[in-house]
């Protein structure tokens, strides 16, 4: 017993030096998550904000420039004003534009008169999500127009139903707030690969694993003494990206920090399993490194409902989604920022992580196993 | 002719490191195809399955006429019926439910008396996208009903109304936008992979030393070590766009020969940026993480999901070393808006700018990083 822990302390010690002397390691531990939470918590947004949108006034009066007021007002847009169709119909063409809005020189006599004045919008469909949006944005501003505008011409509308919105968690509907939590996640999941998935390849590659396989040291041995350090340097990563969050992007969280931090632990675990998997089962760093990058940030990045929505996913593609962990990891820590501790959603997801580690785990020593005959 | 046989010779050893080892050969054509496949059914941001919860006090025909737009919607799913307050938290704390349908009990009566009918829409705003689209849908729903319903008890028309139309794609299926991406996004990685570790691998076994000391030249070396990566590119991408016309259906527009123009420019200065990375590298750990350094910040930052314009300018600024948001203008262009070569040279030379730059520069460290 005594043996034993001397011998997994003798490996920590190894794999702590080796980290230490190739700085790298603890660049991709502590510098990579800041570096690149930094640059995507600032970066990744779907809030269009100040859209170019081009309005074609045919013919300018009263009611032409309230709503010009309307668009420019409004803080979604940054309204071009443009005499004809055909150049904003250039302008759309050339992306200068993302959407028009046609006024044509009949709209203020159709309005005053007892017709419906047309007016068409045109949104940009190539990024359609972004299309949708404007044209919801469109209808908000809108409404509110034509509803002053027609008490003032005497037209006064009638609105059978009034909707009322109540957004829950995320009232301001500010998309940094689910997306930096899934962007910790993926972030996390690079980093838990990146560590470890070169670590088993490295030393089959320079041989010195055979030395280490006639020695005393058990299998279990080295994994672990591979684990724990590459662990340790991970959470610290983690914990720095949570306190960014909350104190830079302000993601308000509503969770405890309990949960976190075990949540955190297992899909670091996880991460580390996968990594050290692709590193037992590849021959070479090469091989390794290639596997790595396939199957972890793509993966991450596509697959985990981190900006697309795994409920719209075709069924094949949502059943392949659970053997993304930073699915699960993604899902807890949505709901434990935004709503906080919701068990259901913690448990099962948690379970999920859990049972990956395991199978993980359990490919690992027996790959590791078979090398040694 | 000497010249043009040693860069040959270079780059059917290049060819042969990569293909001849049978896991790396399946690296480089099974991955790409997996990932166009499953990326490809995979990346939308379309609702198409919006799970909901009824939650109606009226007794009202009116009310159920309003609700039956909502299960009439291919989009929306009715998830059952509540009655009673306590029950919305947990529908919507355990996501079961993206939305509640809120009808208050004096619905059928304001209806018909004129008053506004109060309808509360609770949606879990955890996602904010999918939040705001799917109350974009609801809103429509119930617009459609209220002009039913004026149509029907003699209401006015409005002074105003809009026609929307979506030009390019009609549908608005934001599926294409993104699985078009995917041409952009695969190739960076695969010659990111191809030509990030060429270098590191010949430093790590001391070959690359012998390389320097045979006749090549560095010009030389960086032709032989970047064909693969470009030819690799080219049929890599080519088998991509196929599937993405034949099997996905996406219209391709624009002048192929605009897409292949870019593709070969997007090619050059993603190699060249491979081949520094691994021109600066020591070890092929390294030579890796430089690759995914940059390749990581490159995807995410490249307008390939989010748009660039929602950055901040700092970022935006950033971007404009990212040859991949250049390209995946292009392709989205080319496929979806018909453009041709006159929309597209403000993203063609930016590109080759990149390119230039970053191939001189591992010519250079070619030759200085002797170690």
């Given at each position: 017993?005594?043996?034993?822990?001397?011998?997994?302390?003798?490996?920590?010690?190894?794999e702590s030096l080796q980290i230490i002397r190739d700085p790298s390691s603890i660049g991709i531990a502590?510098?990579?998550?800041?570096?690149?939470?930094?640059?995507?918590?600032?970066?990744?947004?779907?809030?269009?904000?100040?859209?170019?949108?081009?309005?074609?006034?045919?013919?300018?009066?009263?009611?032409?420039?309230?709503?010009?007021?309307?668009?420019?007002?409004?803080?979604?847009?940054?309204?071009?004003?443009?005499?004809?169709?055909?150049?904003?119909?250039?302008?759309?063409?050339?992306?200068?534009?993302?959407?028009?809005?046609?006024?044509?020189?009949?709209?203020?006599?159709?309005?005053?008169?007892?017709?419906?004045?047309?007016?068409?919008?045109?949104?940009?469909?190539?990024?359609?999500?972004?299309?949708?949006?404007?044209?919801?944005?469109?209808?908000?501003?809108?409404?509110?127009?034509?509803?002053?505008?027609?008490?003032?011409?005497?037209?006064?509308?009638?609105?059978?139903?009034?909707?009322?919105?109540?957004?829950?968690?995320?009232?301001?509907?500010?998309?940094?707030?689910?997306?930096?939590?899934?962007?910790?996640?993926?972030?996390?999941?690079?980093?838990?690969?990146?560590l470890?998935?070169m670590v088993?390849?490295r030393?089959?590659?320079?041989?010195?694993?055979?030395?280490?396989?006639?020695?005393?040291?058990?299998?279990?041995?080295?994994?672990?003494?591979?684990?724990?350090p590459?662990?340790?340097l991970?959470?610290?990563?983690?914990?720095?990206?949570?306190?960014?969050?909350?104190?830079?992007?302000?993601?308000?969280?509503?969770?405890?920090?309990?949960?976190?931090?075990?949540?955190?632990?297992?899909?670091?675990?996880?991460?580390?399993?996968?990594?050290?998997?692709?590193?037992?089962?590849?021959?070479?760093?090469?091989?390794?490194?290639?596997?790595?990058?396939?199957?972890?940030?793509?993966?991450?990045?596509?697959?985990?409902?981190?900006?697309?929505?795994?409920?719209?996913?075709?069924?094949?593609?949502?059943?392949?989604?659970?053997?993304?962990?930073?699915?699960?990891?993604?899902?807890?820590?949505?709901?434990?920022?935004?709503?906080?501790?919701?068990?259901?959603?913690?448990?099962?997801?948690?379970?999920?992580?859990?049972?990956?580690?395991?199978?993980?785990?359990?490919?690992?020593?027996?790959?590791?196993?078979?090398?040694?005959? | 002719?000497?010249?043009?046989?040693?860069?040959?010779?270079?780059?059917?050893?290049?060819?042969?490191?990569?293909?001849?080892?049978?896991?790396?050969?399946?690296?480089?054509?099974?991955?790409?195809?997996?990932?166009?496949?499953?990326?490809?059914?995979?990346?939308?941001?379309?609702?198409?399955?919006?799970?909901?919860?009824?939650?109606?006090?009226?007794?009202?025909?009116?009310?159920?006429?309003?609700?039956?737009?909502?299960?009439?919607?291919?989009?929306?799913?009715?998830?059952?019926?509540?009655?009673?307050?306590?029950?919305?938290?947990?529908?919507?704390?355990?996501?079961?439910?993206?939305?509640?349908?809120?009808?208050?009990?004096?619905?059928?009566?304001?209806?018909?008396?004129?008053?506004?009918?109060?309808?509360?829409?609770?949606?879990?705003?955890?996602?904010?996208?999918?939040?705001?689209?799917?109350?974009?849908?609801?809103?429509?729903?119930?617009?459609?009903?209220?002009?039913?319903?004026?149509?029907?008890?003699?209401?006015?028309?409005?002074?105003?109304?809009?026609?929307?139309?979506?030009?390019?794609?009609?549908?608005?299926?934001?599926?294409?936008?993104?699985?078009?991406?995917?041409?952009?996004?695969?190739?960076?990685?695969?010659?990111?992979?191809?030509?990030?570790?060429?270098?590191?691998?010949?430093?790590?076994?001391?070959?690359?030393?012998?390389?320097?000391?045979?006749?090549?030249?560095?010009?030389?070396?960086?032709?032989?070590?970047?064909?693969?990566?470009?030819?690799?590119?080219?049929?890599?991408?080519?088998?991509?766009?196929?599937?993405?016309?034949?099997?996905?259906?996406?219209?391709?527009?624009?002048?192929?020969?605009?897409?292949?123009?870019?593709?070969?420019?997007?090619?050059?200065?993603?190699?060249?940026?491979?081949?520094?990375?691994?021109?600066?590298?020591v070890t092929?750990q390294q030579?890796?993480m430089?690759?995914?350094?940059?390749?990581?910040?490159?995807?995410?930052?490249?307008?390939?999901?989010?748009?660039?314009?929602?950055?901040?300018?700092?970022?935006?600024?950033?971007?404009?070393?990212?040859?991949?948001?250049?390209?995946?203008?292009?392709?989205?262009?080319?496929?979806?808006?018909?453009?041709?070569?006159?929309?597209?040279?403000?993203?063609?030379?930016?590109?080759?700018?990149?390119?230039?730059?970053?191939?001189?520069?591992?010519?250079?460290?070619?030759?200085?990083?002797?170690?």
């Amino acid at each position: 017993m005594n043996n034993n822990a001397m011998r997994l302390r003798g490996l920590i010690r190894k794999e702590s030096l080796q980290i230490i002397r190739d700085p790298s390691s603890i660049g991709i531990a502590f510098f990579l998550p800041v570096l690149l939470l930094l640059l995507f918590g600032y970066g990744v947004s779907l809030d269009a904000r100040d859209v170019a949108i081009a309005l074609v006034v045919e013919q300018p009066g009263p009611e032409t420039s309230s709503l010009i007021s309307g668009f420019s007002q409004s803080g979604y847009f940054a309204p071009q004003v443009m005499l004809s169709i055909q150049e904003a119909e250039q302008a759309m063409m050339e992306r200068r534009v993302d959407g028009i809005v046609w006024l044509r020189s009949d709209f203020a006599k159709e309005m005053r008169s007892g017709h419906s004045a047309q007016v068409s919008v045109i949104v940009n469909g190539v990024d359609a999500n972004k299309a949708r949006l404007v044209e919801g944005y469109v209808n908000g501003v809108w409404m509110q127009w034509l509803a002053r505008t027609s008490e003032v011409i005497g037209r006064p509308l009638h609105i059978p139903v009034k909707v009322e919105q109540r957004i829950w968690y995320n009232p301001a509907v500010r998309s940094r707030n689910y997306l930096v939590p899934g962007l910790i996640a993926v972030i996390m999941t690079l980093i838990g690969a990146m560590l470890t998935s070169m670590v088993v390849a490295r030393e089959w590659e320079r041989g010195t694993m055979e030395a280490l396989l006639v020695t005393p040291v058990r299998v279990k041995e080295i994994l672990l003494g591979k684990i724990i350090p590459y662990f340790i340097l991970g959470m610290g990563g983690m914990l720095l990206s949570v306190a960014m969050a909350i104190f830079l992007f302000h993601v308000p969280l509503h969770g405890s920090l309990l949960a976190l931090t075990a949540a955190s632990a297992l899909f670091m675990l996880t991460a580390i399993a996968m990594g050290l998997l692709i590193s037992t089962a590849a021959g070479s760093q090469f091989v390794a490194g290639q596997i790595a990058i396939v199957i972890t940030f793509l993966p991450a990045f596509l697959l985990s409902g981190f900006v697309f929505d795994i409920g719209s996913m075709p069924v094949v593609i949502q059943w392949l989604t659970h053997l993304v962990p930073a699915r699960y990891f993604v899902a807890i820590l949505q709901t434990l920022f935004l709503a906080g501790d919701i068990w259901p959603i913690f448990l099962v997801n948690s379970a999920w992580l859990v049972l990956m580690a395991l199978i993980f785990f359990r490919i690992i020593r027996k790959k590791s196993n078979k090398r040694l005959r | 002719m000497l010249m043009l046989r040693r860069i040959i010779s270079l780059m059917i050893k290049e060819f042969r490191t990569l293909l001849t080892d049978k896991q790396s050969r399946m690296v480089l054509v099974v991955p790409p195809v997996v990932q166009l496949l499953v990326f490809g059914y995979a990346a939308s941001f379309d609702l198409n399955h919006i799970n909901y919860a009824v939650y109606n006090e009226d007794r009202g025909v009116e009310s159920r006429q309003l609700l039956a737009g909502f299960s009439g919607s291919p989009v929306f799913v009715n998830y059952g019926t509540i009655t009673h307050d306590s029950q919305i938290k947990p529908l919507l704390d355990t996501g079961k439910v993206l939305l509640i349908l809120h009808v208050g009990e004096d619905f059928s009566e304001s209806l018909h008396l004129g008053r506004p009918a109060p309808l509360q829409i609770l949606i879990d705003g955890r996602n904010s996208n999918t939040a705001l689209l799917a109350l974009n849908y609801a809103q429509n729903i119930v617009l459609a009903f209220d002009g039913r319903w004026n149509r029907r008890h003699g209401g006015r028309p409005a002074p105003a109304v809009l026609i929307q139309r979506a030009w390019f794609n009609a549908t608005l299926n934001s599926h294409w936008f993104i699985i078009v991406g995917i041409v952009a996004l695969l190739n960076l990685v695969v010659t990111l992979e191809v030509t990030a570790l060429s270098v590191a691998r010949e430093r790590e076994a001391g070959t690359f030393d012998q390389l320097l000391v045979t006749p090549m030249t560095p010009f030389e070396i960086l032709v032989g070590k970047s064909l693969p990566g470009i030819i690799i590119g080219l049929l890599e991408a080519s088998f991509i766009i196929t599937l993405i016309v034949l099997w996905f259906h996406v219209p391709l527009r624009g002048n192929i020969f605009a897409l292949y123009l870019g593709l070969l420019i997007f090619l050059l200065s993603a190699i060249g940026i491979g081949l520094m990375i691994s021109s600066l590298a020591v070890t092929q750990q390294q030579g890796l993480m430089g690759a995914f350094l940059f390749m990581v910040p490159a995807v995410i930052l490249s307008g390939f999901a989010t748009p660039i314009e929602n950055m901040p300018p700092l970022v935006q600024w950033i971007t404009y070393l990212n040859p991949m948001r250049y390209f995946l203008v292009i392709v989205r262009s080319v496929f979806l808006q018909g453009a041709s070569f006159d929309l597209l040279w403000s993203q063609y030379w930016p590109m080759l700018l990149i390119g230039i730059t970053t191939l001189s520069m591992a010519a250079l460290l070619f030759r200085k990083r002797m170690y």
